[in-house]
C-alpha cells in the first residue's frame, strides 16, 4: 500500500509523535489554564508538628512507694502540660514519658536506662534515696539531669541531680528545735523510728548527732523494712522505751501500718505524738482520720498555708485532676523543679544538660507556691522553708510553725560530717575523714 | 496499607478524597496520552476490539468489582467493631466507678481517683497516640496501679463481699475492652491485599487504554471511571484505619465519662 491509498480512517489510527505531542500539549495547555482555578490556596493540608522533646517522669506508679510519687508524677504532668499550653519550651512541645518502676530499685535502672537511651531532655523522679542513687550513675553516664523532688539526708552530691527535697539541715533539725522547745511541748525523749533504707539512717546519724549537741538522746530507734505493715511490736517496743514523742521516717504505705498499730494499743496523739517527715496531704488519703489526728508532719509546704499564689496553684491542679485532689510537699517540689528546668532551659537557649546546668548556676528563683525558691548553685539544691503541721480532721494541716525565712541548704552537716563540704562553683566535693553511719547505730 | 503512607491520614478528609481522585483521574489521563498511542496498534487491526475489550473489562469488573466492595466492607466493619470496643470499654469503666462509689473510705475515694486518672490519661494521652498509629503503654500501668489497691482491699461484711466480687467482675470486662481496643489500634487491611487492589485498579484503567474512541470521549468516560476507582479507594484509605483520618473513632464516650466522674 503507497502512502496515497492511506484512508484518512486508517491514518487516524496511526501512531504518530506529532499527534501525541499535539495531544498532550493541549492537555496541558487546558490543565494550565485551569490550574489557577482549581489549586490555588489548596495544598495537602497535613498540621504542621510542632518539634517534641522527651521529658522522661521516673515515679513508681504500682508497689509500695505508688502512694506518695503517683501524685508526684500527676504534678510534674500538669506543669508540662501547661507548659505545652503556653507554647512549649524554646518553641517544643514536652512529651512526657513515664514508665512505672514498681518501686524496685532494680527497675529503676532499667527504666531509666530506656528513657534515657530514648533520647530523653531530662529526668525527673525518684522517691526514695535507694532509687535515686541508682539512677544517678546513668545520669552521669548519659550526662542528664536528674530533677529529685523529694527531702533526702544529704551526704551526697551529684553534678547531674538537682535536689529539690529538703534537707536535714532544712527540715529534720529545726523539727528537733522545735520539739525539744516550748512550742513543741518541751519533749525529752525522741523515739526514732523509720523504714530501713539510706534516708531513715542518715537523718537520724544526723538527728543523734544533733541532739548530743542539745544534750538530749534518742529514747530508740528502731527501723523495719520499705512496704513492712505489722508494726505491733514496733508500738510495744515505743511505748516500753519511755519515749515523749515519735519522729518518724517511715516511708510510703508503711505509715497506714504504723498508725493502724498505734490505733490499735490506743495511743493517741496526746499521748505520744508522731512528727512524720513523709507523711503529707496525699498520704492522709489512704489513712482514717480518726487514727492521725494531732499528730504532726514537718515539711516545707502544706495546701492549708494561706496565699494568693498557692490557693491559685492548687485550684489549677484540682481543674485537671479533680476536685478531691490534695497537693503536698513533695508534689509543691516538683513542680517547682519543672519550672526551674523551663527557666534554665530558656536561659541558656538550649536543651543541653551543660548549657542548663550553667543556666541554673547562673543564678535562677521562681515563685513557687510555698513562697521564693532559690537554686543555691553552690550545692544544686533548694533553699527551703521548714514547716511543721498538726493533723485536720479533714486530712488537712494546721500549719504550727514556720521558720522566720527560707533555710539555706547544707548537704554536709558539720555536727555529722566534719571536714566535708560541697561547692560545684569551686569546684565540686571537699572531703574529709570517712564516716560511717552504720557503725554508729 | 504499608506503614510509609501513613503520612496519608494527616490530611484533612476532603483533601485525601480529592487527591485520591485525582490521582487516579491524572494517572489516567496522563497514559492515555503518552503510552496510549503504542498501545492501539495491538487492538487496531482486530476485527470487534472494542467489543472484546469492552467485553473482557465487564469481566474483569465483576472480579474488581467484588473485591472492592468486600473489602470496603471489612474495613467498615473493622471500624464498627472497633467503636463499640471504645463504648463497651467506656461503659465498663463506668459501671466499675460506681461499683468502686460504694467501697468504704478511704478505699472508694482513692480507687475512684485511680479510675479518674485512667480515664484522663486514655483521653490526654492514649488518644492521640491512637491517632498516630501507635499502641498506648502507660494506660496499661494506670489500670495495674487500680487492680493492685482494688485488691488490697478486704471486705469486712457480706455485703461488701458481694460488691468486692462485682467490681472484680466488672475489671475483668473493662480490662477485655482495653485489649480489645489496643488490638484495634494497629488492625488494616495486609499490604498484599493492598498491592492486589492497586494492581486492580491498574489493570482497569489499562483496558480503558485500548478502546478505540475519540480522544475527548476516552477522556471523559475513562476520566469518570478513574474518579469513582478513586472514590472507592479513598473510602478504604479513610476505614482502614480505626483511629487515624478525620473520619475515625473519636475518645467522645471517655469524655462524657471524664466529665461525669469531676461533676461528683
Known sequence: MTRADASPARRRGRVS???????????????????????????????PRARTVPVGLLHSQTGTMAISATSLRDMQLHA???????????????????????????????????????????LFGCWTSTSRKAVLPLCEEFQKLLFYAVQYEGNESSPYCVYGGSLPNQQVLPTIDWLLGPDGGLKKKIFLLGSDYIYPRTANFIAKKYLATRDARPAGELYLPLGHRDFSVAVQQILFSGADCVLNTVNGDSNLGLFQALADAKVDAAKLPVVSTSVAEDELRSLQPERVVGHFATGSYFQSLDTAANREWIAGFRDEFGRDRVTGD???????????????????????????????????????????????????????????????????????????????????????????????????????????????? | ????????????????????????????????????????PFVKNTRGANAIDGYILSCFCVFYGLLLGLVAVTAYQT??????NVTRE??????????????????????????????????????????????????????????????????????????????????????????????????????????????????TIALCWLFDMTFVAHLSLGGILAAYLGTMMYLIIDMNQPFRGDVSITAEAFEGLYARMNEE
Open chain 1, 330 to 441: 513533695a508534689m509543691e517540689s516538683g513542680w517547682c523543679l519543672v519550672q526551674l528546668w523551663k527557666a534554665a532551659v530558656e536561659k541558656a537557649g538550649s536543651f543541653d544538660t551543660l548549657a542548663v546546668r550553667e543556666a541554673l548556676r547562673d543564678g535562677i528563683e521562681i515563685a513557687g507556691p510555698g513562697g521564693l525558691v532559690r537554686f543555691d548553685a553552690a550545692t544544686q539544691n533548694l533553699t527551703k522553708y521548714c514547716r511543721i503541721g498538726r493533723i485536720r480532721s479533714d486530712r488537712q494541716f494546721d500549719i504550727v510553725h514556720q521558720s522566720e525565712a527560707a533555710i539555706a541548704p547544707d548537704p554536709y552537716p558539720q555536727i555529722a560530717f566534719p571536714g566535708w563540704h560541697c561547692d560545684w562553683t569551686k569546684g565540686g566535693i571537699t572531703r574529709g575523714p570517712e564516716v560511717s553511719i552504720d557503725g554508729d547505730i
Open chain 2, 79 to 84: 471500624v464498627s467493631e472497633a467503636g463499640s
Open chain 1, 17 to 47: 509523535r506529532r499527534r501525541v505531542l499535539a495531544q498532550a500539549a493541549a492537555t496541558l495547555a487546558a490543565a494550565r489554564s485551569l490550574a489557577p482555578a482549581l489549586f490555588v490556596g489548596c495544598s495537602l493540608g497535613i498540621p
Open chain 2, 90 to 203: 467506656a461503659a465498663a469503666l463506668s459501671a466499675l466507678y460506681e461499683d468502686v462509689s460504694r467501697y468504704p473510705e478511704p478505699y472508694g475515694q482513692n480507687l475512684r481517683w485511680l479510675l479518674r486518672d485512667y480515664t484522663r490519661y486514655v483521653i490526654k494521652y492514649a488518644w492521640p497516640l491512637q491517632q498516630r498509629g501507635i499502641i498506648p503503654v502507660e494506660g496499661t500501668i494506670r489500670a495495674e496501679a487500680f487492680h493492685d489497691r482494688l485488691l488490697d482491699f478486704e471486705p469486712q461484711t457480706p455485703a461488701q463481699e458481694i460488691l468486692h466480687a462485682e467490681a472484680l467482675r466488672q475489671l475483668n470486662h473493662f480490662l477485655e475492652c482495653r485489649r480489645m481496643r489496643l488490638f484495634s489500634v494497629k488492625s488494616s487491611l495486609p499490604a498484599s491485599m493492598w498491592y492486589v487492589m492497586l494492581l486492580g485498579a491498574f489493570l
Open chain 2, 1 to 40: 496499607m504499608p506503614t510509609d503512607f501513613f503520612w496519608i491520614y494527616d490530611i484533612p478528609t476532603a483533601r485525601l478524597a480529592l487527591l485520591s481522585i485525582g490521582v487516579f483521574v491524572a494517572v489516567y489521563w496522563l497514559a492515555l496520552i503518552f503510552i496510549r498511542p503504542f498501545l492501539r
Open chain 1, 80 to 122: 508540662i502540660e501547661r507548659i505545652n499550653a503556653g507554647g512549649g519550651i524554646l518553641g517544643c512541645r514536652l512529651e512526657p514519658q513515664a514508665p512505672d518502676p514498681r518501686s524496685r530499685p532494680a527497675l529503676f535502672v532499667t527504666r531509666a536506662r530506656q528513657l534515657l537511651e530514648g533520647g530523653v531532655a531530662a
